[in-house]
DNA sequence: TCGGCGGTTGAACGCATGTTCAGGATGCTC
DNA sequence: GAGCATCCTGAACATGCGTTCAACCGCCGA
Protein backbone atom coordinates (compact mmCIF):
# COMPACT_ATOMS: atom_id res chain seq x y z
CA UNK A 1 0.00 0.00 0.00
CA UNK A 2 2.95 2.13 0.77
CA UNK A 3 4.45 1.58 -2.47
CA UNK A 4 1.69 3.30 -4.42
CA UNK A 5 0.92 5.60 -2.38
CA UNK A 6 3.80 7.56 -2.92
CA UNK A 7 2.67 8.56 -6.76
CA UNK A 8 -0.96 9.42 -4.96
CA UNK A 9 -1.75 12.85 -4.88
CA UNK A 10 -1.35 13.96 -1.32
CA UNK A 11 -4.96 14.54 -1.60
CA UNK A 12 -5.72 10.98 -1.77
CA UNK A 13 -3.52 9.82 0.27
CA UNK A 14 -4.82 11.80 3.07
CA UNK A 15 -8.44 10.77 2.53
CA UNK A 16 -7.11 7.15 2.11
CA UNK A 17 -5.31 7.65 5.72
CA UNK A 18 -8.72 9.01 6.89
CA UNK A 19 -10.35 6.11 6.20
CA UNK A 20 -8.50 3.47 7.86
CA UNK A 21 -8.66 5.62 11.15
CA UNK A 22 -12.01 6.81 10.86
CA UNK A 23 -12.60 2.90 9.97
CA UNK A 24 -10.37 1.74 13.37
CA UNK A 25 -11.42 4.13 15.66
CA UNK A 26 -14.83 6.30 14.70
CA UNK A 27 -14.30 9.44 13.18
CA UNK A 28 -15.15 11.18 16.40
CA UNK A 29 -12.11 9.48 18.24
CA UNK A 30 -9.69 10.62 15.42
CA UNK A 31 -8.22 13.87 15.20
CA UNK A 32 -7.12 15.76 12.28
CA UNK A 33 -3.76 16.29 13.57
CA UNK A 34 -3.35 12.64 13.57
CA UNK A 35 -4.93 12.15 9.87
CA UNK A 36 -2.41 14.09 8.92
CA UNK A 37 0.60 12.69 10.97
CA UNK A 38 -0.60 9.29 9.14
CA UNK A 39 -0.79 11.06 5.68
CA UNK A 40 3.02 12.79 6.56
CA UNK A 41 1.54 16.44 6.05
CA UNK A 42 0.61 18.98 8.47
CA UNK A 43 -2.84 19.51 10.08
CA UNK A 44 -3.66 22.95 8.11
CA UNK A 45 -2.68 20.89 4.52
CA UNK A 46 -6.06 18.96 5.79
CA UNK A 47 -8.39 21.67 6.63
CA UNK A 48 -7.12 23.54 3.07
CA UNK A 49 -8.11 20.61 1.00
CA UNK A 50 -11.33 19.46 2.50
CA UNK A 51 -12.72 22.58 4.16
CA UNK A 52 -13.09 21.32 7.26
CA UNK A 53 -13.07 17.97 9.24
CA UNK A 54 -16.46 17.35 8.62
CA UNK A 55 -16.08 18.04 4.81
CA UNK A 56 -13.11 15.09 4.78
CA UNK A 57 -15.66 12.88 6.61
CA UNK A 58 -18.17 13.36 3.74
CA UNK A 59 -15.56 12.73 0.77
CA UNK A 60 -14.56 9.55 2.23
CA UNK A 61 -18.64 8.60 2.58
CA UNK A 62 -18.70 9.57 -0.91
CA UNK A 63 -15.62 7.61 -2.15
CA UNK A 64 -16.45 4.62 0.03
CA UNK A 65 -20.81 4.68 -1.15
CA UNK A 66 -18.62 4.79 -4.89
CA UNK A 67 -16.21 2.10 -4.00
CA UNK A 68 -18.97 -0.08 -2.78
CA UNK A 69 -21.94 0.55 -5.62
CA UNK A 70 -19.35 0.30 -8.41
CA UNK A 71 -17.72 -3.04 -7.35
CA UNK A 72 -20.82 -4.18 -6.76
CA UNK A 73 -22.70 -3.04 -9.72
CA UNK A 74 -19.86 -5.01 -12.02
CA UNK A 75 -19.86 -7.85 -9.69
CA UNK A 76 -23.44 -8.34 -10.40
CA UNK A 77 -23.12 -7.41 -14.23
CA UNK A 78 -20.20 -9.87 -14.72
CA UNK A 79 -21.79 -12.88 -12.94
CA UNK A 80 -25.38 -12.24 -13.57
CA UNK A 81 -28.03 -12.32 -10.31
CA UNK A 82 -26.75 -14.36 -7.06
CA UNK A 83 -26.35 -11.44 -4.81
CA UNK A 84 -26.12 -13.66 -2.14
CA UNK A 85 -22.97 -14.97 -3.27
CA UNK A 86 -21.72 -11.65 -5.29
CA UNK A 87 -21.73 -10.02 -1.58
CA UNK A 88 -19.41 -13.28 -0.68
CA UNK A 89 -17.02 -13.17 -3.06
CA UNK A 90 -16.72 -9.52 -2.55
CA UNK A 91 -16.07 -10.34 1.44
CA UNK A 92 -14.13 -13.08 -0.03
CA UNK A 93 -11.05 -10.96 -1.13
CA UNK A 94 -10.91 -9.08 2.46
CA UNK A 95 -7.42 -7.75 2.40
CA UNK A 96 -7.44 -5.78 0.02
CA UNK A 97 -10.85 -4.03 1.15
CA UNK A 98 -9.38 -3.98 5.01
CA UNK A 99 -9.69 -0.50 5.31
CA UNK A 100 -12.85 0.07 3.57
CA UNK A 101 -14.90 -2.62 5.43
CA UNK A 102 -14.58 -1.01 8.91
CA UNK A 103 -15.23 2.06 7.56
CA UNK A 104 -18.60 0.38 5.87
CA UNK A 105 -19.63 -1.11 8.75
CA UNK A 106 -19.54 2.00 10.57
CA UNK A 107 -21.66 3.99 7.78
CA UNK A 108 -24.14 1.48 8.20
CA UNK A 109 -24.59 1.56 11.68
CA UNK A 110 -24.01 5.45 12.67
CA UNK A 111 -27.19 6.91 11.12
CA UNK A 112 -25.79 8.68 8.41
CA UNK A 113 -27.50 9.41 5.00
CA UNK A 114 -24.44 7.85 3.05
CA UNK A 115 -25.50 4.69 5.13
CA UNK A 116 -29.20 4.87 4.44
CA UNK A 117 -28.63 5.30 0.79
CA UNK A 118 -26.05 1.97 0.84
CA UNK A 119 -28.89 -0.13 2.92
CA UNK A 120 -31.24 1.37 0.58
CA UNK A 121 -29.60 0.24 -2.45
CA UNK A 122 -28.86 -3.31 -0.70
CA UNK A 123 -32.45 -3.97 -0.07
CA UNK A 124 -33.75 -2.72 -3.61
CA UNK A 125 -31.20 -5.49 -5.20
CA UNK A 126 -32.19 -7.93 -2.46
CA UNK A 127 -36.34 -7.19 -3.10
CA UNK A 128 -35.59 -8.05 -6.78
CA UNK A 129 -33.27 -10.66 -6.83
CA UNK A 130 -36.32 -12.41 -4.13
CA UNK A 131 -38.78 -11.48 -7.02
CA UNK A 132 -36.60 -12.81 -9.33
CA UNK A 133 -36.16 -16.11 -7.59
CA UNK A 134 -39.58 -16.81 -6.67
CA UNK A 135 -41.07 -16.10 -10.58
CA UNK A 136 -38.32 -18.49 -11.29
CA UNK A 137 -39.23 -21.39 -9.08
CA UNK A 138 -35.76 -21.23 -7.49
CA UNK A 139 -36.90 -19.61 -4.60
CA UNK A 140 -40.29 -20.01 -1.98
CA UNK A 141 -42.29 -17.33 -1.72
CA UNK A 142 -43.11 -15.33 1.45
CA UNK A 143 -45.87 -14.24 3.58
CA UNK A 144 -44.63 -10.93 3.59
CA UNK A 145 -42.16 -10.60 1.08
CA UNK A 146 -40.78 -6.86 2.09
CA UNK A 147 -39.98 -7.77 5.41
CA UNK A 148 -38.01 -11.27 4.43
CA UNK A 149 -36.28 -9.05 1.88
CA UNK A 150 -35.03 -6.48 4.71
CA UNK A 151 -34.12 -9.95 6.51
CA UNK A 152 -32.09 -10.98 4.26
CA UNK A 153 -30.63 -7.84 3.08
CA UNK A 154 -29.48 -7.77 6.86
CA UNK A 155 -28.26 -11.00 7.55
CA UNK A 156 -25.87 -10.22 4.44
CA UNK A 157 -24.14 -7.66 6.92
CA UNK A 158 -23.60 -9.36 9.39
CA UNK A 159 -20.04 -10.56 8.84
CA UNK A 160 -19.67 -7.06 8.43
CA UNK A 161 -21.18 -5.26 11.47
CA UNK A 162 -20.43 -8.40 13.95
CA UNK A 163 -17.34 -9.44 12.36
CA UNK A 164 -15.11 -9.16 15.51
CA UNK A 165 -17.67 -11.91 17.33
CA UNK A 166 -17.68 -14.30 14.62
CA UNK A 167 -13.54 -13.95 14.67
CA UNK A 168 -13.38 -14.25 18.28
CA UNK A 169 -16.01 -17.61 18.40
CA UNK A 170 -14.36 -19.37 15.84
CA UNK A 171 -10.54 -18.50 16.27
CA UNK A 172 -9.80 -16.24 13.86
CA UNK A 173 -8.31 -13.07 14.14
CA UNK A 174 -10.62 -11.34 11.76
CA UNK A 175 -13.14 -11.68 8.60
CA UNK A 176 -10.37 -13.83 6.78
CA UNK A 177 -10.97 -15.48 3.75
CA UNK A 178 -11.29 -18.84 5.77
CA UNK A 179 -13.96 -17.99 7.51
CA UNK A 180 -15.86 -16.49 4.96
CA UNK A 181 -15.44 -20.21 2.97
CA UNK A 182 -16.66 -21.58 6.53
CA UNK A 183 -19.33 -19.59 6.75
CA UNK A 184 -20.82 -20.72 2.56
CA UNK A 185 -22.33 -24.35 3.54
CA UNK A 186 -24.00 -23.36 7.51
CA UNK A 187 -25.36 -20.50 5.74
CA UNK A 188 -26.57 -22.66 2.28
CA UNK A 189 -28.22 -25.24 4.63
CA UNK A 190 -30.22 -22.42 7.21
CA UNK A 191 -31.01 -21.49 3.66
CA UNK A 192 -32.03 -24.62 2.02
CA UNK A 193 -33.62 -26.28 4.08
CA UNK A 194 -34.01 -24.20 7.13
CA UNK A 195 -33.65 -24.94 11.52
CA UNK A 196 -36.95 -26.70 12.77
CA UNK A 197 -37.97 -30.19 11.41
CA UNK A 198 -41.40 -29.10 11.00
CA UNK A 199 -43.83 -26.78 11.03
CA UNK A 200 -45.73 -26.90 14.39
CA UNK A 201 -43.74 -23.21 15.42
CA UNK A 202 -44.34 -21.06 12.44
CA UNK A 203 -48.36 -22.75 12.52
CA UNK A 204 -48.71 -22.06 16.18
CA UNK A 205 -47.07 -18.21 15.82
CA UNK A 206 -49.25 -17.61 12.42
CA UNK A 207 -52.15 -18.87 14.13
CA UNK A 208 -51.62 -16.24 16.99
CA UNK A 209 -51.09 -13.61 14.73
CA UNK A 210 -53.95 -13.86 12.58
CA UNK A 211 -56.56 -14.49 15.88
CA UNK A 212 -55.50 -11.22 16.74
CA UNK A 213 -56.54 -8.86 14.60
CA UNK A 214 -55.10 -5.72 16.13
CA UNK A 215 -51.26 -7.31 15.66
CA UNK A 216 -51.26 -7.73 11.47
CA UNK A 217 -52.58 -4.31 10.95
CA UNK A 218 -53.10 -2.46 14.60
CA UNK A 219 -52.71 1.27 13.71
CA UNK A 220 -51.47 1.95 17.10
CA UNK A 221 -50.95 -0.55 20.60
CA UNK A 222 -51.91 1.62 23.16
CA UNK A 223 -49.50 4.57 22.43
CA UNK A 224 -46.63 3.99 19.81
CA UNK A 225 -48.02 6.24 17.36
CA UNK A 226 -48.80 9.67 19.08
CA UNK A 227 -46.20 9.37 21.76
CA UNK A 228 -43.06 11.36 20.52
CA UNK A 229 -40.94 9.79 23.15
CA UNK A 230 -39.59 7.17 20.71
CA UNK A 231 -36.18 8.96 21.56
CA UNK A 232 -34.26 7.99 24.84
CA UNK A 233 -33.65 11.84 24.98
CA UNK A 234 -35.79 14.58 25.69
CA UNK A 235 -37.30 16.44 23.55
CA UNK A 236 -34.36 17.64 21.55
CA UNK A 237 -33.99 18.58 17.82
CA UNK A 238 -32.82 15.69 16.48
CA UNK A 239 -28.73 16.84 16.63
CA UNK A 240 -27.35 14.04 14.19
CA UNK A 241 -25.10 16.75 12.52
CA UNK A 242 -21.89 17.67 13.49
CA UNK B 1 -40.07 15.51 35.14
CA UNK B 2 -39.45 11.89 35.38
CA UNK B 3 -41.84 10.25 38.23
CA UNK B 4 -39.54 7.59 39.43
CA UNK B 5 -36.65 9.99 38.88
CA UNK B 6 -36.61 12.21 42.15
CA UNK B 7 -36.53 9.12 44.68
CA UNK B 8 -33.16 7.68 42.56
CA UNK B 9 -29.98 8.61 44.25
CA UNK B 10 -27.95 11.26 42.92
CA UNK B 11 -25.45 8.55 41.61
CA UNK B 12 -27.97 6.18 39.80
CA UNK B 13 -29.43 8.96 38.05
CA UNK B 14 -26.30 10.33 36.87
CA UNK B 15 -26.05 6.76 35.85
CA UNK B 16 -29.11 6.72 33.56
CA UNK B 17 -28.40 9.61 32.60
CA UNK B 18 -24.60 9.05 30.78
CA UNK B 19 -26.68 5.25 29.81
CA UNK B 20 -29.11 7.42 27.27
CA UNK B 21 -26.67 9.47 26.12
CA UNK B 22 -23.91 7.27 25.55
CA UNK B 23 -26.94 5.03 23.80
CA UNK B 24 -28.16 7.94 21.57
CA UNK B 25 -25.02 9.75 20.74
CA UNK B 26 -21.89 7.35 21.49
CA UNK B 27 -19.69 7.91 24.33
CA UNK B 28 -17.03 9.80 22.52
CA UNK B 29 -20.23 13.15 21.26
CA UNK B 30 -20.95 13.23 24.72
CA UNK B 31 -18.84 15.32 27.09
CA UNK B 32 -19.38 14.98 31.09
CA UNK B 33 -20.88 18.65 31.13
CA UNK B 34 -24.17 17.70 29.06
CA UNK B 35 -24.52 14.41 31.43
CA UNK B 36 -24.43 16.46 34.37
CA UNK B 37 -26.86 18.86 32.86
CA UNK B 38 -29.14 16.10 31.86
CA UNK B 39 -29.22 14.70 35.44
CA UNK B 40 -29.48 18.18 37.08
CA UNK B 41 -25.79 18.67 39.08
CA UNK B 42 -22.84 19.97 38.73
CA UNK B 43 -20.02 18.17 36.36
CA UNK B 44 -17.85 17.52 39.40
CA UNK B 45 -20.44 15.82 40.81
CA UNK B 46 -20.04 13.26 38.08
CA UNK B 47 -16.17 12.76 38.84
CA UNK B 48 -16.08 12.59 42.02
CA UNK B 49 -19.08 9.82 42.13
CA UNK B 50 -16.81 7.83 39.67
CA UNK B 51 -13.66 8.88 39.48
CA UNK B 52 -13.34 9.77 35.41
CA UNK B 53 -15.56 9.70 32.61
CA UNK B 54 -14.09 6.25 31.82
CA UNK B 55 -15.29 4.72 35.33
CA UNK B 56 -18.55 6.24 34.69
CA UNK B 57 -18.56 4.27 31.63
CA UNK B 58 -17.38 0.84 32.90
CA UNK B 59 -20.18 1.48 35.46
CA UNK B 60 -22.57 2.16 32.54
CA UNK B 61 -21.14 -1.53 30.82
CA UNK B 62 -21.74 -3.07 34.02
CA UNK B 63 -25.12 -2.00 34.79
CA UNK B 64 -26.12 -3.14 31.26
CA UNK B 65 -24.11 -6.42 31.63
CA UNK B 66 -26.46 -7.56 34.58
CA UNK B 67 -29.98 -6.21 33.39
CA UNK B 68 -29.07 -8.18 30.13
CA UNK B 69 -28.76 -11.19 31.83
CA UNK B 70 -30.69 -10.78 35.07
CA UNK B 71 -33.46 -10.85 32.63
CA UNK B 72 -32.59 -12.84 29.69
CA UNK B 73 -31.78 -15.91 32.63
CA UNK B 74 -35.50 -15.33 34.52
CA UNK B 75 -36.97 -15.08 31.12
CA UNK B 76 -35.60 -18.10 30.40
CA UNK B 77 -36.36 -19.98 33.48
CA UNK B 78 -39.52 -18.76 33.58
CA UNK B 79 -41.25 -19.93 30.47
CA UNK B 80 -38.23 -22.62 29.76
CA UNK B 81 -35.88 -23.45 26.37
CA UNK B 82 -36.93 -21.19 23.40
CA UNK B 83 -34.29 -18.67 23.14
CA UNK B 84 -35.44 -17.10 19.84
CA UNK B 85 -38.46 -16.72 21.44
CA UNK B 86 -37.80 -15.54 24.74
CA UNK B 87 -35.68 -12.69 22.40
CA UNK B 88 -38.44 -11.48 20.56
CA UNK B 89 -40.95 -11.40 23.87
CA UNK B 90 -37.98 -9.14 25.62
CA UNK B 91 -37.57 -6.92 22.17
CA UNK B 92 -41.53 -7.50 22.47
CA UNK B 93 -41.32 -4.48 25.42
CA UNK B 94 -39.64 -2.20 23.59
CA UNK B 95 -40.69 0.78 25.28
CA UNK B 96 -39.60 -0.33 28.49
CA UNK B 97 -36.01 -0.70 27.71
CA UNK B 98 -35.79 2.03 24.76
CA UNK B 99 -32.76 3.86 26.63
CA UNK B 100 -31.22 0.11 27.13
CA UNK B 101 -31.75 -1.04 23.97
CA UNK B 102 -29.24 1.60 21.92
CA UNK B 103 -26.38 1.52 24.54
CA UNK B 104 -26.70 -2.02 24.49
CA UNK B 105 -25.75 -2.26 20.48
CA UNK B 106 -23.36 0.10 21.12
CA UNK B 107 -21.56 -2.02 23.64
CA UNK B 108 -21.99 -5.40 21.25
CA UNK B 109 -19.86 -3.47 18.20
CA UNK B 110 -17.61 -1.21 20.03
CA UNK B 111 -15.42 -4.03 20.97
CA UNK B 112 -15.19 -3.83 25.05
CA UNK B 113 -14.81 -6.68 27.03
CA UNK B 114 -17.86 -6.15 28.56
CA UNK B 115 -19.96 -6.40 24.79
CA UNK B 116 -18.04 -9.62 24.38
CA UNK B 117 -18.97 -11.20 27.68
CA UNK B 118 -22.69 -10.58 26.64
CA UNK B 119 -22.17 -11.87 22.60
CA UNK B 120 -20.29 -14.74 24.38
CA UNK B 121 -23.27 -15.46 26.97
CA UNK B 122 -25.39 -15.25 23.79
CA UNK B 123 -23.61 -17.94 21.86
CA UNK B 124 -23.30 -20.12 24.39
CA UNK B 125 -26.98 -20.30 24.76
CA UNK B 126 -27.65 -20.37 21.50
CA UNK B 127 -25.37 -22.98 21.23
CA UNK B 128 -26.83 -25.41 23.96
CA UNK B 129 -30.10 -24.55 22.54
CA UNK B 130 -29.21 -25.62 19.27
CA UNK B 131 -28.39 -29.02 20.53
CA UNK B 132 -31.33 -29.33 22.80
CA UNK B 133 -33.00 -29.19 19.69
CA UNK B 134 -31.31 -31.27 17.94
CA UNK B 135 -31.39 -33.78 20.37
CA UNK B 136 -35.16 -33.63 20.50
CA UNK B 137 -35.66 -33.68 16.94
CA UNK B 138 -37.03 -30.44 16.60
CA UNK B 139 -34.29 -29.07 14.92
CA UNK B 140 -32.47 -30.13 11.90
CA UNK B 141 -28.74 -31.16 12.88
CA UNK B 142 -25.52 -28.81 10.89
CA UNK B 143 -23.12 -29.81 9.20
CA UNK B 144 -20.89 -27.23 11.18
CA UNK B 145 -23.27 -27.15 14.75
CA UNK B 146 -20.22 -24.63 15.84
CA UNK B 147 -20.78 -21.23 12.88
CA UNK B 148 -24.38 -22.57 12.98
CA UNK B 149 -25.06 -21.36 16.17
CA UNK B 150 -22.62 -18.48 15.51
CA UNK B 151 -25.05 -17.60 12.75
CA UNK B 152 -28.37 -18.04 14.76
CA UNK B 153 -26.87 -16.07 17.33
CA UNK B 154 -26.12 -13.39 15.38
CA UNK B 155 -29.11 -12.95 13.41
CA UNK B 156 -31.03 -12.93 17.31
CA UNK B 157 -28.91 -9.49 17.60
CA UNK B 158 -30.06 -7.81 14.14
CA UNK B 159 -32.90 -6.23 15.08
CA UNK B 160 -30.80 -4.59 17.53
CA UNK B 161 -28.34 -3.69 15.41
CA UNK B 162 -29.76 -2.43 12.42
CA UNK B 163 -33.40 -1.03 14.15
CA UNK B 164 -32.98 2.52 11.93
CA UNK B 165 -33.03 0.38 8.61
CA UNK B 166 -35.16 -1.81 9.41
CA UNK B 167 -37.71 0.97 10.68
CA UNK B 168 -36.76 2.72 7.79
CA UNK B 169 -37.86 0.13 5.38
CA UNK B 170 -40.76 -0.70 6.83
CA UNK B 171 -42.27 2.94 7.43
CA UNK B 172 -41.77 2.66 11.06
CA UNK B 173 -39.85 5.20 13.51
CA UNK B 174 -37.74 2.43 15.15
CA UNK B 175 -38.31 -0.81 17.01
CA UNK B 176 -41.90 -0.83 17.91
CA UNK B 177 -43.69 -3.41 19.18
CA UNK B 178 -45.86 -3.95 15.93
CA UNK B 179 -42.66 -4.00 14.18
CA UNK B 180 -41.08 -7.07 16.33
CA UNK B 181 -44.38 -8.62 15.82
CA UNK B 182 -44.55 -8.47 11.65
CA UNK B 183 -41.25 -9.73 11.98
CA UNK B 184 -42.12 -13.56 13.81
CA UNK B 185 -44.01 -15.20 10.68
CA UNK B 186 -41.27 -14.26 7.71
CA UNK B 187 -38.52 -15.47 10.50
CA UNK B 188 -39.81 -18.05 11.06
CA UNK B 189 -40.81 -19.21 7.87
CA UNK B 190 -37.01 -18.65 7.14
CA UNK B 191 -36.51 -20.51 9.81
CA UNK B 192 -38.73 -23.71 8.73
CA UNK B 193 -38.54 -23.86 5.06
CA UNK B 194 -35.42 -21.90 3.96
CA UNK B 195 -35.47 -19.48 1.47
CA UNK B 196 -34.48 -21.88 -1.68
CA UNK B 197 -37.49 -24.35 -3.25
CA UNK B 198 -34.11 -26.98 -3.88
CA UNK B 199 -30.68 -28.08 -2.75
CA UNK B 200 -29.22 -27.01 -6.04
CA UNK B 201 -27.08 -24.17 -4.77
CA UNK B 202 -26.00 -26.38 -1.46
CA UNK B 203 -25.22 -29.26 -2.56
CA UNK B 204 -23.04 -27.44 -5.66
CA UNK B 205 -20.99 -25.55 -2.67
CA UNK B 206 -21.03 -28.50 -0.53
CA UNK B 207 -19.05 -30.15 -3.76
CA UNK B 208 -16.98 -27.22 -4.30
CA UNK B 209 -15.50 -26.93 -1.00
CA UNK B 210 -15.14 -30.14 -0.69
CA UNK B 211 -13.05 -31.19 -3.71
CA UNK B 212 -10.79 -28.12 -3.68
CA UNK B 213 -9.80 -28.49 -0.32
CA UNK B 214 -7.54 -25.65 0.09
CA UNK B 215 -9.16 -23.17 -2.59
CA UNK B 216 -7.69 -20.02 -1.89
CA UNK B 217 -3.51 -20.15 -1.80
CA UNK B 218 -3.33 -17.39 -4.40
CA UNK B 219 -4.93 -14.41 -3.17
CA UNK B 220 -3.33 -14.11 0.34
CA UNK B 221 -1.05 -11.16 0.34
CA UNK B 222 2.03 -10.39 1.88
CA UNK B 223 1.36 -6.44 2.55
CA UNK B 224 0.85 -7.51 6.19
CA UNK B 225 4.40 -7.01 7.95
CA UNK B 226 5.27 -3.60 7.91
CA UNK B 227 2.13 -1.36 6.95
CA UNK B 228 1.63 0.99 9.36
CA UNK B 229 -2.37 1.00 8.53
CA UNK B 230 -2.89 -2.56 9.67
CA UNK B 231 -2.39 -1.78 13.38
CA UNK B 232 -4.14 1.60 14.30
CA UNK B 233 -4.80 -1.07 17.32
CA UNK B 234 -2.63 -3.05 20.18
CA UNK B 235 -2.22 -6.47 18.50
CA UNK B 236 -5.53 -8.27 17.98
CA UNK B 237 -6.05 -9.38 21.93
CA UNK B 238 -7.78 -12.27 21.01
CA UNK B 239 -10.08 -12.52 24.33
CA UNK B 240 -10.07 -16.44 23.61
CA UNK B 241 -13.00 -18.17 24.92
CA UNK B 242 -14.40 -17.49 28.33
C1' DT C 1 14.41 37.93 -14.76
C1' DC C 2 10.26 38.72 -13.13
C1' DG C 3 5.59 38.06 -11.20
C1' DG C 4 2.12 35.25 -9.95
C1' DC C 5 0.08 31.16 -8.27
C1' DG C 6 -1.16 26.71 -6.37
C1' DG C 7 0.57 23.60 -2.73
C1' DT C 8 2.34 23.54 1.78
C1' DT C 9 3.68 24.82 6.48
C1' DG C 10 4.54 26.59 11.60
C1' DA C 11 2.59 29.17 14.82
C1' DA C 12 -1.09 30.80 16.83
C1' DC C 13 -6.23 31.49 18.25
C1' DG C 14 -10.49 30.49 20.54
C1' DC C 15 -12.90 26.97 22.44
C1' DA C 16 -14.58 22.72 24.75
C1' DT C 17 -12.99 19.09 27.15
C1' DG C 18 -11.82 16.07 31.53
C1' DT C 19 -10.36 16.98 35.83
C1' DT C 20 -8.99 19.36 40.37
C1' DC C 21 -9.65 21.87 44.49
C1' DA C 22 -11.10 24.78 48.12
C1' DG C 23 -14.98 25.43 50.28
C1' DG C 24 -20.36 25.82 51.00
C1' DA C 25 -24.35 23.46 52.58
C1' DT C 26 -26.76 20.06 55.28
C1' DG C 27 -27.53 16.94 58.85
C1' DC C 28 -25.86 13.85 62.61
C1' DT C 29 -23.47 13.21 67.25
C1' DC C 30 -21.89 14.73 71.55
C1' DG D 1 -23.68 25.02 70.09
C1' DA D 2 -19.36 22.70 68.40
C1' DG D 3 -17.38 19.43 65.72
C1' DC D 4 -17.54 16.43 62.08
C1' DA D 5 -18.72 13.80 57.94
C1' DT D 6 -21.09 13.71 53.64
C1' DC D 7 -22.74 15.48 49.63
C1' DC D 8 -22.28 18.83 46.42
C1' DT D 9 -20.69 23.11 43.73
C1' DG D 10 -18.27 27.22 41.17
C1' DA D 11 -14.21 28.52 39.49
C1' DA D 12 -10.23 27.38 37.72
C1' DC D 13 -6.54 24.48 35.27
C1' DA D 14 -4.04 22.13 31.62
C1' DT D 15 -4.71 19.95 27.44
C1' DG D 16 -6.09 18.92 22.94
C1' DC D 17 -9.20 20.16 19.61
C1' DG D 18 -10.63 22.33 14.79
C1' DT D 19 -9.40 26.08 12.39
C1' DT D 20 -6.99 30.47 10.64
C1' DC D 21 -3.34 33.07 8.68
C1' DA D 22 0.84 35.04 7.03
C1' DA D 23 4.51 33.43 4.77
C1' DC D 24 7.46 30.12 2.17
C1' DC D 25 8.53 27.05 -1.73
C1' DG D 26 8.84 25.55 -6.54
C1' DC D 27 7.06 25.96 -10.86
C1' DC D 28 5.40 28.14 -15.19
C1' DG D 29 4.25 31.81 -18.50
C1' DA D 30 5.83 36.39 -20.07
Redesign the pocket.
Known sequence: MRSTADDQ???SRIRDSAIALFGAHGADA?????I?AEA?????????????????REECDAHIVEEVLGRKRTALESQGGDLQSAMQRWLADVDAHRASLDYLARMITDGSPAGDRLFDDLLARTETMLAEGVASGRMRPSSDPRMTAVLIAMHGLLPLLLERHLGRALGEPALTPSLVRRMTVPTLELYTHGLYADDALLEAASAVLAGDPETARGPRSDKAAGDPNQDPDPPRPRASDH
Chains 1, 2 share one sequence.
Not at 40 to 56: N, Y
Open positions: TLRVSVRRAGVSPALVIHHFGSKEGL
